[in-house]
Nanobody
């Protein structure tokens, strides 16, 4: 089993920046990729960015050029640097790992004020 703890959410002004962190513990050797998803109120949960163990990344089109995903494998941590945040993107951001099984964190709220 993998346990995920996210941090870094909060209130930010439109156009501002925020960095999210997610640290994994437990059966980390089963992890093949780590990523971020978000869910706005009343909307489905969508992929934001994913990074595989080999460093390959995948971004949602809406965040390309503004968000950057990175990993510190020594710390079992994945980061999401978010720049130029938009008010309509207020959402709960979830960390997810892929491997033998998928695991989700509890989420961290990002509120973008206009």
């Amino acid at each position: 089993q993998v346990h995920l703890v996210e941090s870094g959410g909060g209130l930010v002004q439109a156009g501002g920046s925020l960095r999210l962190s997610c640290t994994a513990s437990g059966n980390i050797f089963s992890i093949s990729a780590m990523g971020w998803y978000r869910q706005a109120p009343g909307k489905q949960r969508d992929m934001v960015a994913v990074m595989a163990n080999d460093g390959m990344t995948n971004y949602a089109d809406s965040v390309k050029g503004r968000f950057t995903i990175s990993r510190d494998n020594a710390k079992n941590t994945v980061y999401l640097q978010m720049n130029s945040l938009k008010p309509e993107k207020t959402a709960v951001y979830y960390c997810k790992t892929r491997g033998g099984m998928d695991y989700w964190g509890k989420g961290t709220l990002v509120t973008v004020a206009s």
